[in-house]
């Protein structure tokens, strides 16, 4: 089992940058693969990016790629999204997840019914 916590949220410009961090417990934090999700007010949670076990793979929504990137450090336990570009409709609650084992296809790694482990999120706020 892996608890997880996202930190770094808050209130940025349009245009600006955020980065994310989501830190796990655990020993094992280089079996899980690492999704972040985000959900704004009213509207279904949505796949942002996904990063295979060992950090070699990953993937990307359509809506971020060029924008956003993730990371992950196996040695601190913690993975990241960096965010640049940030516009007004990126404001959202951002969730990271973990998915024991890697992914079998893209479709995986995008699909919330995947993880099993999801923190409490954290809220990004763009203004215009």
């Known amino acids: 089992q892996v608890q997880l916590v996202e930190s770094g949220g808050g209130l940025v410009q349009a245009g600006g940058s955020l980065r994310l961090s989501c830190a796990a417990s655990?020993?094992?934090?280089?079996?899980?693969?690492m999704g972040w999700f985000r959900q704004a007010p009213g509207k279904e949670r949505d796949f942002i990016a996904a990063i295979e076990r060992s950090g070699d793979s990953t993937y990307y929504a359509d809506s971020v790629k060029g924008r956003f990137t993730i990371s992950r450090d196996n040695a601190k336990n913690t993975v990241y999204l960096q965010m640049n570009s940030l516009k007004p409709e990126d404001t959202a609650v951002y969730y990271c997840a973990a998915r024991l084992g890697g992914y079998s296809s893209t479709a995986q790694a995008m699909a919330v019914t995947t993880y099993r482990y999801w923190g409490q999120g954290t809220q990004v706020t763009v203004s215009s």
């Open positions: 655990g020993r094992t934090f280089y079996s899980y693969a």
